[in-house]
């Protein structure tokens, strides 16, 4: 039973274009399994989701990325799954957070041109979904599928 | 009355991320508006936004851009209008493509941090919506606003 357990997907800087596809794919895919899916971003990631995501068909929670850190820190939110999506160093250090501050089992999802390179430096607890992905979402969403059914 | 009349959009590669979220943000506002909606695009980008608009609760009909090109020559199909989306030089010649071979009223769309530069080269009758957007897809979606009510 996942009913009542709640969901987080955290995403970083946009410029990788697969990372909103996959992050409103998956979202629905956990939302169908009986999570409470709340998504997180950087303002730019939230607006472009939510442009996208004109009705909230999708993803009925955004959050933006600065204010849920903090809650999760003061304990005042958390979750029982969280998804990091990271591409660059600077992404990285989303998972290395999560990883500190909540209690969720962490999923990183790893994607872009040096994806491979930048899984093998996660050295905290957390399933590696790593694919090449920059432009076509398909190895992404393939690996992610294997990992949610 | 816009019932029966059709739109085209068009998108190139998907290198700059308010593409695909202004690309479905606006096949659902004419589709509000009684357009039948078809969206073509690369691979890459119509890929993108298959796995996004999961359910096609946005977008009911995508096609491949090599698919519909010969399509419309041919004159087996044509639009009312045309929306292509454009941010680089090879983005640009789209425009141009469908200026040539469709009798659509043509939008030209550009954005990216060159969209400026890259609407003064356009030489062929089209109506430009043009922002500089490129990761907050807020200023292309108020300037789209206000050319579709």
New interface residues.
């Given amino acids: 039973m996942t009913e009542g357990k709640k969901a987080l997907l955290v995403m970083g800087?946009?410029?990788v274009?697969?990372q909103?596809?996959?992050a409103?794919?998956l979202a629905?895919k956990l939302r169908k399994a009986g999570y409470d899916v709340t998504v997180a971003g950087t303002?730019?990631?939230v607006?472009?989701?939510r442009?996208?995501?004109?009705?909230s068909?999708?993803v009925q929670k955004t959050v933006d990325l600065d204010q849920i850190i903090p809650e999760i820190v003061e304990k005042k939110i958390d979750f029982d799954l969280c998804f990091a999506f990271m591409h660059s160093d600077a992404g990285m250090t989303y998972g290395a957070t999560f990883s500190a501050i909540s209690r969720a089992k962490l999923y990183a999802v790893v994607f872009g041109k040096n994806a491979e390179e930048l899984a093998k430096t996660i050295d905290y607890p957390a399933e590696k979904i790593v694919a090449k992905a920059t432009?076509?979402?398909?190895p992404l969403?393939n690996k992610i599928d294997r990992v949610i059914l």
């Fill in positions: 800087c946009p410029e274009p697969v909103m596809s996959i409103v794919y629905q303002d730019a990631a607006k472009l989701l442009v996208a995501d004109f009705d068909y999708y432009h076509n979402p398909t969403k």
